[in-house]
């Protein structure tokens, strides 16, 4: 099956630009979406289609993709950027949606 | 306000069953896929399946074939979750999304999530 690969953490410091990469077997192909995770809360998606961003999500919030690795783009971090955050891809050969490890985000 | 409201807590025995309910609010319910996530205590996001709200076909995937089943009455715009035979390692939150086709598939709307603790 279909794996997605991101680092247990990353830490940042505030008004400073944290990158959250996930890797997959050829995901350049692939659709990605991201999703923040706050405490306690429902999953929110902040990316999609690799660099689209839903309503009302700050344009601080961007992201890219090719060959192996997605990436999460986050400038001028703030406190509240702090949160769990998973990417997600669909896999057409097992026609099953999925999830990174996620990648724990931490404001210094 | 377009949203998920999914039904409250639970606290079930090993061997007990539970029904989780997703209603959908303020959008077309046959327009969108529901999909189903569980989050266990402390784990990352797991994909559970799908349901076509047009045809109610579920998708499973592979680690959810057995004892879940999907379901819906379009008529009250609900999604329902059943899990049978339960077990402690299904204690977890579970949660429904709409995806959105129209946006690549993505996961625009979610339920507040579900927990549903397991204990004898």
């Known amino acids: 099956s279909y794996v997605l690969t991101q680092p247990p953490s990353v830490s940042v410091a505030p008004g400073q630009t944290a990158r959250i990469p996930c890797g997959g077997d050829s995901i350049g192909t692939k659709s990605v979406h991201w999703y923040q995770q706050r405490p306690g809360q429902a999953p929110v998606a902040v990316v999609y289609?690799?660099?689209g961003r839903p309503s009302g999500i700050p344009e601080r919030f961007s992201g890219s993709n090719s060959g192996n690795t997605a990436t999460l783009i986050i400038d001028r971090v703030e406190a509240g950027d702090e949160a769990d955050y998973y990417c997600q891809v669909y896999d057409g050969i097992s026609d099953h949606r999925v999830f990174g490890t996620g990648t724990k985000v931490t404001v210094l | 306000q377009v949203q998920l409201v999914q039904s409250g807590s639970e606290v079930k025995k090993p061997g007990a069953s539970v029904k989780v309910s997703c209603k959908a609010a303020e959008y077309s319910f046959t327009t969108y896929a529901i999909n189903w996530v569980r989050q266990a205590p402390g784990q990352g996001l797991e994909w559970m399946g799908w349901i076509n709200t047009n045809t109610g076909n579920p998708t499973y995937a592979q680690a959810f074939t057995g004892h879940f089943v999907f379901s819906l009455d379009t008529s009250v715009s609900t999604a329902y979750l059943q899990i049978s035979s339960l077990k402690a390692e299904d204690t977890a939150v579970y949660y429904c999304?709409?995806?959105?086709?129209?946006?690549?598939?993505?996961?625009?709307?979610w339920g507040q999530g579900t927990m549903v603790t397991v204990s004898s």
């Open positions: 999304a709409r995806r959105n086709d129209y946006d690549g598939g993505v996961f625009d709307i």
């Open positions: 289609d690799d660099t």
